[in-house]
């Protein structure tokens, strides 16, 4: 047998290898109409995207530790200690955005078994923020228990609460989902064709100057604190190829604001649905001393780099009076997104507003795992969920598509003259 022939028989041969199990095991994709049907989220790992991904969120979840103080309210075994948790959220009524971080660390943890402590927190509540909260922590952690469990829950009375409920639960099953009836408010001076409020929930793996990783789970509201209102903006011509992501957090009489340009592609595995997988590389700034716009350290320009990855759904509208548009509008949205954070360690150690949470607004900064600058490495890793839709702002009764202005351009650069152009500046964030 001749050397080549050799090594031609054992290349065949580890290619078998590889295709039987594939050729063995049925698919377990679904098809309609000769049309793959878009898989649910959580069935959608990193491996997915970035192969090397996968191997390293499963080292960081094997090793990293909860918050000390979750181990008060589960036990070693994941038992849930009720009495100690409904105490805590109790306590922490002047903080609500706590309460629900507890609860959505808890579910981190403890998968279905925390169903019950959400399903409280929904009816319990007369916030419409901690009903939305509960109700998305459980599509998020509820696992098979979800769709049952987000479908069992009562009515609130509050049309956008019940809105949330009902399409988290035919999302979750992938589909389809009934057009608006409501009017729509359309702002025909906005740069963008339609802007959608989202709601982030956050794992967060930092490393301690111990070594260790740390897990913090971050819930919608208190990611809404720390790192400020996310809004996903689109032009129906363009967003198979691109959006951006603008973000406003407000730190005391400031306002600041920062755009990210996503870019990429959208499949369609389905008429009026968008499967999206989009990356955002754009230079900001870091502030060494931990807190954005506190420039006592300096700062230091990087090249910031998220993924994120989506599933849209955009029914055609079912009011009488809907407008024409070159696309329907997007009704609801919902993926994944994960990046790279820097953290000032010794200044997570105070806990400025006595919330019990060792994050504080502006401490959470995008950073580059390739920077040049040591002091402003990244030192955390996230990965995360985010959900939006099409809703009434206002209360006026009619949804608002693009009434929120984002001051950027569509190229994600600030915009703040509104005059539809970036800034002479071109910067991607506020100083």
């Not at 998968?111 to 019950?116: K, V």
């Not at 001393?289 to 055609?316: C, K, M, N």
């Not at 009434?392 to 984002?406: F, P, W």
């Amino acid at each position: 047998m001749s050397k080549r022939f050799f090594h031609l028989t054992l290349a065949l041969l580890a290619l078998a290898l590889v295709l039987e199990p594939a050729l063995a095991e049925p698919s377990s994709t679904v098809k309609r109409d000769n049309r793959v049907k878009a898989p649910a989220f959580e069935d959608l790992k990193a491996s997915d995207h970035t192969p090397n991904s996968a191997f390293w969120i499963d080292q960081l979840s094997a090793i990293a530790e909860p918050p000390a103080r979750i181990t008060r309210f589960v036990t070693p075994d994941g038992t849930i200690r009720r009495a100690a948790v409904d105490a805590e959220v109790e306590r922490l009524e002047e903080f609500p955005w706590e309460a629900e971080g507890l609860l959505y660390a808890i579910a981190e943890e403890t998968g279905e078994a925390a169903l019950p402590l959400l399903v409280d927190r929904y009816h319990e509540s007369d916030r419409p923020v901690d009903k939305i909260g509960a109700a998305l922590a459980i599509r998020r952690f509820g696992g098979t228990q979800a769709v049952p469990t987000l479908q069992g829950l009562d009515a609130s009375g509050e049309i956008e609460v019940d809105q949330w409920v009902e399409l988290l639960a035919l999302e979750a099953e992938g589909g389809p989902l009934p057009g608006e009836q409501r009017s729509m408010t359309i702002d025909d001076s906005n740069v963008f064709d339609q802007v959608i409020p989202l709601q982030i929930s956050l794992t967060v793996y930092s490393t301690l100057p111990n070594g260790t990783v740390e897990k913090h789970v971050i819930s919608p509201q208190q990611l809404l604190r720390v790192y400020g209102q996310a809004y996903a903006s689109t032009n129906f011509a363009t967003r198979d190829q691109q959006l951006v992501i603008a973000k406003h957090l407000k730190q005391g009489e400031h306002n600041h604001v920062e755009g990210f340009l996503f870019q990429g592609m959208t499949f369609h595995p389905e008429e009026n649905v968008g499967v999206v997988n989009f990356l955002s590389r754009m230079d900001r700034d870091i502030y060494p001393s931990g807190q954005v716009l506190d420039d006592s350290l300096g700062r230091v320009s990087v090249q910031t780099e998220v993924e994120r990855f989506a599933r849209w759904f955009s029914p055609e509208p079912e009011c009488d009076d809907a407008p024409k548009m070159a696309a329907n509008p997007v009704r609801m949205v919902g993926g994944g997104v994960t990046g790279w954070s820097f953290f000032n360690t010794a200044q997570m150690l105070d806990d400025d507003d006595g919330d019990g949470n060792p994050i504080d607004p502006g401490e959470g900064q995008l950073a580059s795992r390739a920077s040049a600058d040591p002091t402003v490495a990244a030192n955390a890793y996230f990965t995360g969920f985010f959900y939006g839709k099409l809703s009434d702002l206002d209360g006026d009764g009619k949804v608002d598509l693009n009434t929120i202005k984002t001051h950027l351009a569509q190229n994600g650069y600030l915009d703040l003259d509104g005059d539809g152009k970036s800034d002479p500046s071109n910067l991607t964030m506020m100083r």
